[in-house]
């Protein structure tokens, strides 16, 4: 007896001395990681381009991937885990599912409203969803590719968000939703739309993809976009607020929607257990599910036609990291705003700059511009961009007139237009935006300036 007790307390030892010689080998790993990001960091004045957007972190995102590839878990888990807690808790909701994109969360945001469980709501072929005709086309996509039928508005310049005095004109008694993003973090006004989906019985999906840690003050109290909707979708791509390289996450205050997201992102499954993990509800064997045999596995049953959305623990070890940081890098993107704003005040004569909701609180994605002269806009486009200073177009500008909605302009059928839409066609052809995001430097931000101004009393 007293030899088997001897082995067992040899064998604990070695187990114990193995353990601790692997943790000792991941803290030197990740130290010699540390030293590796403070060598190779980018240095300021190196860049010769200035760009729109870009990546910003630091060594806690380098040791966090890092550590997260030792595990080699590679699926959802521990950080993945860490990540939506830490998001939903963030923005003051219960439910957050992370994804492999922004454009599936917009897809698993729509789909989620056409789910048999939701009734008489349910959204169904040929129904109705009103949406900014000027917008990213991965907000609209789903709505096609289901069979529902998008009813475009127009924007309002400045703020270039929809216009909500075309909403009741959009109207019609096949209407089950709206789904319009914050355009470049300017909340639209969320108070007019919200109330509108309230009198009429509609779902609100609040595309935040550009619009993470934006607010709207709401009845006296600040709710950060994405959290006034049914659902909220965010994009974490790298020239996001935060970025976990390609990533995107679903959130919502509703216990039944995000039981839905949940089982569309993971298959279609009736089970809930999260990877690695069996039978969390004790009764995986026990269940009768459509006509399959009375006990088959629960984890292989699945309740809807879904898809696989999910995202990798690696991106969501990055995402730990960049969350912490999220309030500063708004803070940064405001200031960089008010810089460039202040800087260009001067030439309001010829461009025209974006205005916010008095209770909009915005987080900055972009600096928008409207040249005011005509034919201004390619001119000092073209002038930046020779300059060395990176624009964008406002997205899709009018997504109608491009070639994906070819075969439905032909056909006049697939989609409704509520109106001419000029502020969305004043967009296409005068609007453009610079960046503002956390990596830029004062330097970067006075040639900035100089170039504009420089292109713009050009013309």
Not at 42 to 65: K, T
Not at 131 to 147: D, E, L, M, R
Not at 226 to 238: A, K
Request: some cysteine.
């Amino acid at each position: 007896m007293r030899g088997i007790v001897a082995v067992k307390a040899s064998e604990e030892k070695t187990s114990a001395e193995r353990a601790g010689q692997i943790e000792a080998a991941r803290e030197r790993i990740l130290t010699a990681v540390s030293d590796y990001w403070a060598l190779t960091a980018e240095q300021p004045g190196e860049r010769r381009r200035i760009p729109y957007a870009g990546r910003v972190y630091d060594r806690e995102e380098l040791v966090n991937l890092v550590d997260s590839a030792l595990e080699f878990w590679l699926t959802g888990g521990r950080y993945t885990r860490e990540f939506e807690q830490a998001l939903a808790e963030y923005l003051d909701l219960p439910f957050c599912a992370f994804v492999n994109s922004g454009s599936s969360a917009n897809l698993l945001a729509f789909m989620a409203l056409t789910d048999p469980e939701l009734g008489e709501r349910a959204i169904r072929r040929g129904d109705e969803v009103i949406t900014p005709a000027c917008a990213f086309p991965t907000t609209v996509s789903p709505i096609v590719q289901f069979g529902a039928v998008p009813v475009f508005v127009d924007i309002a310049i400045p703020s270039y968000n929809l216009d909500v005095r075309q909403l009741e004109d959009a109207l019609s008694p096949r209407t089950k939703a709206v789904i319009a993003a914050h355009t470049l973090g300017n909340p639209f006004d969320l108070k007019a739309v919200r109330s509108f989906c309230d009198r009429h019985g509609l779902w609100l999906v609040e595309d935040n993809c550009d619009a993470l840690g934006a607010g709207f003050v709401l009845d006296g109290t600040l709710r950060k976009t994405g959290t006034v909707g049914h659902i909220g979708t965010s994009s974490f791509y790298p020239p996001h607020h935060i970025t976990t390289g390609e990533g995107g996450a679903v959130y919502t205050a509703d216990p039944l929607l995000s039981q839905i997201i949940r089982s569309l992102r993971d298959w279609g499954r009736a089970c809930a257990c999260p990877p690695g993990v069996d039978n969390l509800c004790g009764r995986r064997f026990d269940g009768q599910y459509g006509t399959l045999p009375r006990g088959y596995d629960h984890k292989y049953t699945y309740s809807r036609f879904g898809y696989n959305l999910k995202a990798t623990d690696l991106q969501a070890a990055i995402g730990v990291a960049q969350l912490k940081k999220l309030p500063d890098f708004v803070e940064a993107r405001n200031r960089n705003y008010q810089t460039l704003r202040a800087g260009l005040s001067h030439l309001e004569d010829r461009l025209e700059f974006s205005v916010c909701h008095p209770d909009a609180r915005p987080s900055w994605f972009g600096f928008p511009i409207t040249c005011r002269v005509p034919g201004g806009r390619d001119r000092i486009v073209r002038s930046l961009e020779a300059a060395g200073v990176q624009t964008r177009m406002l997205f899709a500008g009018n997504l109608i007139r491009h070639p994906c909605f070819d075969g439905m302009r032909a056909s006049g059928t697939g989609f409704r237009v509520v109106s001419d839409l000029p502020e969305t066609e004043r967009a296409v052809s005068d609007t453009f935006w610079l960046g503002v995001y956390p990596g830029l430097t004062a330097g970067e931000l006075s040639y900035m300036l100089e170039q504009t101004e420089k292109a713009v009393l050009r013309l």
